[in-house]
């Protein structure tokens, strides 16, 4: 399991040599501003509520002050109703504002874990896919530098979202935790660094129920990713009754959905270290799984209800495993991905995520069956008041920052939700699972001012969102590209989608230019070694 464990130890970010990386203070984005106001918008509140407007939005202090409706559509404002003018202002007119985006499964990869990107480019993507918030699931460089970062974000001296770290524990890698007693003092350590909650990974379970228990007492919130080596003991329902808030991917799902065995079918020549084989016998679990309308199944359901319970599916993140020719060749990877993460996404043994040793079609049917029985739970469990969020865990397996953020409100649209719902999903519900929702998630007076302004209706087609836009036929029977936020603001500062949007082609324009790599495509497989 030397690939895995590696990874692991560069995600717990204890068991490699410190790095000196600087993230560069702001140079992008403007503002706060003592008073700003949007003009004239649609505005889609992520509450739930369908569009409505024009309205005045009135930003003070980086809060929400005033919504202003200012007459009917199609009419002009009523010049009555209007706000005062601000020390900034935006028309919006024809545009619509929403919520900034809350990312739950993020993580601030730099050039220890072979993606060699940093964590500027990974910011700015975010950015420019409206995205304001982001739950950080651990990095190389551990629980005190992401404190760092989202302070200084927080104060707005870097050009990022707002981080709220949740550091990895993991209780069988990188010699971190052996015992029950070392358990409740990591989590204690995590606190003490700045942590505002903690990813599990599993561990043996006097060792995992003591740190899912030492950090209820310190306040902390928790998150899992059941990881399958120690699913036997530990999926959802056994976690959950230990106080588990929330879960990532799917793993731990399937399994306590099992009524006819306890583990998986696993061949008997499976090996987990063997990436195409964990991979593509994860991709038939389900499969095994009791189906919709069965006595496990609503006892699943509704214990996990009961439970207040969150998901986080992360269905972008598998999405190559359904259609890799069509992951590979995304149009975005030719102006936004950085060389070295392409190289990373390569098929390679070494390397996480990278597992496409010999992926067909048999693999990519049988994923597809359990993407369909995966969304059926999801819809289900969202339409029956459970809290399912955004995350895009990207970084792997062909998904690029932020472009995977839109991918999974994409997939969550095809898994039975309104778009509405998905947008609701994107904002207040992933407030709701950070436990913030008092302060963002929504357009509503009082609350921090994190918004999207985009021309383009993402309620209409949500591919609107993408940084590279989407095409369709102009009036005069032209292909144009339309789409692309205009404007994020985060804390109240504002910043261009266009100017975004092109910084991040610089940076890989750079690196290619660096490499010797021609513009355009990317290569298929692979290109000139690092110097």
Known sequence: MRVFFAFMALLIGVATPAASQTVADRSLGEGPFDRLVIRGATMIDGAGAPPSGPVDIVVEGGRIAQIVPIGAPGLPANEDRRPPAGTREIDAAGLYVLPGFINLHAHIHDQRTGQGVSPDYIFRLWLAHGITSVRELGNSRGAKWTADLAARSRRNEIDAPNIYPYPVFRG???????????????????????????????????????????????????????????????????????????????????????????????????????????????????????????????????????????????????????????????????????????????????????????????????????????MMFINEYKNRGGKVGVGEDAGYIYSTYGFGFVQEMEMLREAGFHPLEVINAATLQGAKILGAADTIGSIQVGKQADLVVIKENPVANLKVLYATGHIKLSEDNKPVRAGGVDYVIKNGVVYDGAQLRESIKDIVKTAKDEKGIAPGPMPIVDFAPDN
């Not at 902390?220 to 059941?226: F, Q, S």
């Not at 799902?253 to 008997?268: G, S, V, W």
């Open 172 to 374: 069988w890698s990188a010699g971190a935790v052996d015992s029950p007693a070392e358990a409740r003092a990591r989590i204690r350590t995590l606190k003490r660094e700045g942590a505002l909650g903690v990813k599990f990974f599993g561990a043996p379970e006097e060792i995992l129920w003591a740190g899912l228990e030492e950090a209820k007492k310190q306040g902390l919130k928790t998150t899992m990713h059941h990881a399958q080596i120690d699913v036997a003991h530990a999926n959802v329902l056994d976690t959950s009754a230990r106080g588990l808030g929330s879960m990532e991917h799917w793993y731990g799902l399937p399994e306590a959905l099992f009524d006819d065995k306890r583990l998986q079918n696993y061949p008997l020549d499976y090996n987990y270290a063997d990436e195409q084989n964990r991979f593509e016998e994860a991709g038939k679990l389900w499969a095994q799984a009791a189906g919709p309308g069965s006595e496990r199944w609503e006892y699943v359901i509704e214990t996990l209800l009961e439970r207040e319970f969150s998901i986080v599916p992360t269905f972008s993140i598998y999405m190559a495993s359904r259609d890799w020719m069509r992951s590979r060749r995304a149009e975005w990877h030719d102006e936004y991905t950085m060389p070295s993460l392409w190289k990373f996404f390569a098929p390679d043994r070494n390397a996480h995520g990278s597992y496409w040793f010999d992926w067909g079609t048999e693999q990519e049917v049988a994923w597809r069956d359990n993407y369909q029985r995966w």
